[in-house]
């Protein structure tokens, strides 16, 4: 256990529909990352936040958003809603500066749009 | 995009016999690291090797780093059933972005 929490465990939502997915990093991290497990595939890269400012984003459209709130807890976004959306998404807190090397993962909310 | 791509994509082994996984990536990183994921949830970190290392031991975790070849290994000996799992490399490529960038992944499955 790496004391990265994320919720909700599992979604089924519609496409078209908005949902927000939460993460809570394990204490005294101030990085969270993103990323996107399509299945079958590596995780890919959504974008990191760090000390509440967007600090690097992947190749993904604006409809992913995010927000770091002080506590260092981290919310993904993601509007209109398409049925490639469909994955695992995973959420990884981190210590210190950007490009802290190793990266703690949360057990991942698997989201998917019908 | 994938970075890496791990070889072989699956692989079935008797328990006890030793695993051996390579990653081959494109361009540059820095600091290849491995992670395990068993059943799609959450990544665990392995190890990091940095780009001036060659090889690095962790208990029965064996990592080599060949960056002429831009490439890696890992080494699992003495495999046990909990090892089953999938295996990534990853790092960090530059480019502006600040997160890892991981291969597809080796499927691993011991067998008891």
């Known amino acids: 256990e790496t004391g990265v929490t994320q919720s909700p465990t599992h979604l089924i939502k519609t496409r078209g529909q908005q949902v927000t997915l939460r993460c809570s990093s394990q204490?005294?991290?101030?990085?969270v990352s993103w990323y996107q497990q399509a299945l079958g595939q590596g995780p890919q890269f959504i974008f990191q936040y760090y000390r509440e400012e967007e600090n690097g984003r992947g190749n993904f459209p604006p409809r992913f958003s995010g927000l770091q709130f002080p506590n260092y807890s981290s919310e993904l976004n993601v509007n209109a809603l398409e049925l490639d959306d469909s994955a695992l998404y995973l959420c990884a807190s981190s210590l210190g500066r950007p490009r802290s090397y190793e990266q703690y993962f949360g057990p991942g909310t698997r989201l998917t749009v019908t | 995009s994938q970075q890496g791509e791990e070889d072989p994509q699956a692989l079935s082994i008797q328990e006890g016999e030793n695993a051996t996984m390579n990653c081959s990536y494109k361009t540059s990183i820095n600091n290849l690291q491995w992670y395990r994921q068993n059943s799609g949830r959450g990544l665990v970190h392995l190890i990091l090797i940095r780009s001036n290392e060659r090889e690095k031991h962790s208990g029965r975790l064996r990592v080599t780093l060949d960056t002429s070849k831009k490439s890696s290994s890992l080494l699992i000996t003495a495999s046990r059933a909990a090892d089953t799992a999938s295996y990534f490399c990853?790092?960090?490529?530059?480019?502006?972005?600040?997160?890892?960038?991981f291969g597809k992944g080796t499927h691993l499955i011991i067998q008891p």
């Open positions: 204490s005294g991290h101030n990085t």
């Open positions: 990853a790092g960090y490529s530059g480019g502006g972005a600040d997160g890892l960038t």
